[in-house]
C-alpha cells in the first residue's frame, strides 16, 4: 500500500516544475506616429495573465484550451523561448525566468520541446542523424564522432525508427516519422522534462495513436515529465495525469484529469466538455452554446468568460474571480462554483458505463 | 425507391504526372438519396476530398475523371461543357470548404458575394437580392446582418466567416451541398455551432450533403451514413451507428480503436501498423492487405469488391460468402485483432 502511494502521490516524487503568477503581454500597439496622429492609446494583449500550475515527476500535465487561450504561449514561456512580464517558473527549485541565453544553455538541455508541425520544425536541408545530433553537439554529450554515432543510431531506434533511416532527409518521410524524429532529436540531451505543444495535431488519427502510443512508453522508460498542450480533449484525457483549462489567459481549473472530465465544475469547462463530437453521440441534437471567445486585446471586465456564461451575476461582471482550491485537488477560478450558485451533477457517468456519455446535461 | 439524388458509379480519378499516371480514386460507387448526410471520412491522401472535387466539377487539372459515371437526379453531370456545370454549382449543387478565408473575396463585401452569386443564378432584381442576402445571414444566425452585410470578411470571425459560406452555399436552395471539411478550422465550441446550424438547415430545405472530414466524432454527430475511404477506394459504407459501433472492415476496426476517447481507460490505444501507402506504390489486391492482421493469399492477389453485409457494404475477403464464412464468425475475426481491444470493450 505504501509502495503504491509512492509511486501515484506526485508529492512523494518531488514538483518538477513550479509556475507562479506567470504573465506575458505583447505590446500590440500601432506605430508611435500612427498613435500621435489618430490618437489611439496603446493596446496591450494578456496572452498568459497571471496562471499558477505545478507539474510533478513522470506526471503528464494536460494544458487545453481553444484557439488563442495562451496556452502555446505558456509552453513558450517554459522552454524560454518568450521571456515573462512577471512570475516565476522554478525548474527543480530554481527559478528560470528571465535567465541570460549563456544562463540558460545547461537548463535547456534538461528541458526540450516538441512541435506541432514536423514539416515546419525540421530544417529540410539536413539529414536526419544530423538533426538528432546537434543537440549532442551543442550541449558535448558525446567524446568523439563515433559516440555521436551510436548514439543518433540509439535515439532513432527508440523512436521505433531505422538506425539507417539517419543518412535521409525529413521529406523522405512521412508526417508521424517525422515526429518521431522530432521526439529523437528533444531526447537527444537526456532531458527530464518535455513540453509538447500539439504533437499530434497535425496527425491522422491512426498515426496519432501511434506517437501517443510512443509517448507513453518513452515516459514509464525514461521517467520523463511532460507538459501536454493540446485543443484536443480525447487526447489530453487519454495522456494526461493532471488537466488545466485555460480561457484568455487565465486557468479556469484545473484537476486531476478523472476529476475534471468526470466532474467539471467551472462553466467553461463544461462548455468545452459538452460541446466536443463523440463517437456515442451518434443523432444526437445538442443546443450549442453561443458566442465565441472575445478578442483578448479588450477582454471583458471582471470574469472574461461571462458573457458566454449562463450563471453570470452582477459580481461575476465586475470582480475577477481567483483560483480557489476544492475538495479532489481541484481548483477552480469561478465565483458561480465559490457561491454555490453553479448546480454541480455529473456530466460524465463512470467510465465503465460509456452510455451515459448521452446523458450529458445541459445547465438549465 | 426512386432514382437517388445523387449516383457516382465507378468513378476513377486520375493525375497524369512524368512519373506515370497516379490514380487518386480507383473506382468508387456510391449514391446519396435526397435530404440525406452521406459522410465520407479517411485519412490524409485517402482520396476523400478528390471525391468531393470530381462531384462538384471542380478538380485540379491536371486531375481527371478517368472512367466512371456522375448522375444528378439521373443526369450525367460528369460530361458535362464548363459553362453548362457552371450552371448546376451553386444552382443544384453548393459547396463549402475547410478555410472560410479563402473562400470569400477579400476585396468584396459579403453583401456583394451574396447578391452576386443570387443574381447569377435567380432573376432576382438587385433590391431583392439583397433583401434575401440579409435574409440569409440572419438565417445562418449572424447578428445584425443589416449592418454586417456590408462588412468585409476581415470583419467577421472565423465561426462567422464559415456561416457566411454556408449562406453563399445554401443561397438559392441546392439539392446536395459537399462540404469539404467545414469545420476543421473551427475551435471546438465553434464547431459545435456550425454543425448543429448545417444539420438544421439542411433539414427545413431537405438539401442532401456530402460531408468530408477526417474527424469521426464529427461524421458521427451528423451524418446517416458513412462511408470511409482508404488508399482512394470505399473500404466500408453503411448507417451511421452500424459503421462505428460495429465496425466491418479490419481498417474501420483499427481506426475507431485507435480514437481517444473520454471516459474510456485504456492505457494504450490501439495502434494499426504502418501509414497508408503512396498512391505510387498502392499495393496489389486489397490496399490494405500490408497493414492488416488478417489478410490471406486471397487478399495479397485480387482486390475486394464492396460485399453487401448487414445494412452496409464492406470490401473484404473475410465477408466472402464463397469461402463459407457467417458474417458473425468474420466479424469476429476482425475484432480478435488484440487484447487492447477486449479491454476497451470491458470499459
Redesign the interface.
Known sequence: MAEAAKIHDPAASGTVLKVAGLKRYFDVSAPWLNRVLERQPRQILKAVDGIDLEIARGETFGLVGESGCGKSTVARLIVGLHGPTAGSIELEGRNIAGLSRKQMGPVRRRLQMIFQDPYASLNPRWRVRDIVAEPIRAFGLAADKAAVDRRVGELLEQVRLNPRDGEKFPHEFSGGQRQRISIARALASNPEFLVCDEPTSALDVSVQAQILNLMRDLQRDLGLTYLFISHNLAVVYHISNRVGVMYLGKMVEQAPAKTLFTTPRHPYTRLLLDTIPDLDMTGRERTPVGGEVPNPITPPPGCSFHPRCPFATERCRAEMPQPLAMPGGATVACHGVEEGRVPDGPVLAAPAAPKGVTSVHAPE | MATPLLQVCNLVVEFPTRRGTLTAVDDISFDIAEGEVLGVVG??GAGKSMTGAAVIGLLEPPGRIASGEILLEGRRIDNLPYEKMRRIRGREIGAIFQDPLTSLNPLYSIGRQLTETIMTHTDMTPTQARARAVELLAEVGIPAPERRVDQYPHQF?G??RQRVVIALALCVNPRLIIADEPTTAL???????I??LLKRLCREHGTAVMLVT?????I??TADRVAVMYAGRIAEIGP??EV?KNAKHPYTH???????????????????PG??PRLTDIPRGCAFNPRCLHAFDRCRQDRPELIAVEDGQVSCWLYDTSAGRTTAEAKAIVASRSGTAMERAD?
Not at chain 2, 187 to 193: F, L, M, P, R, T
Not at chain 2, 214 to 218: S, Y
Open positions: 485519412e490524409s470571425s465561426g462567422m475551435d471546438v465550441s465553434i464547431q459545435a455551432q454543425i448543429a477526417h474527424d469521426m466524432g464529427v458521427a454527430e451511421v451507428r462505428i483499427g481506426l475507431m480503436g485507435s480514437i481517444p476517447a473520454i471516459g474510456h481507460d485504456a492505457d494504450r490505444l490501439e495502434q494499426i501509414s497508408m470499459g
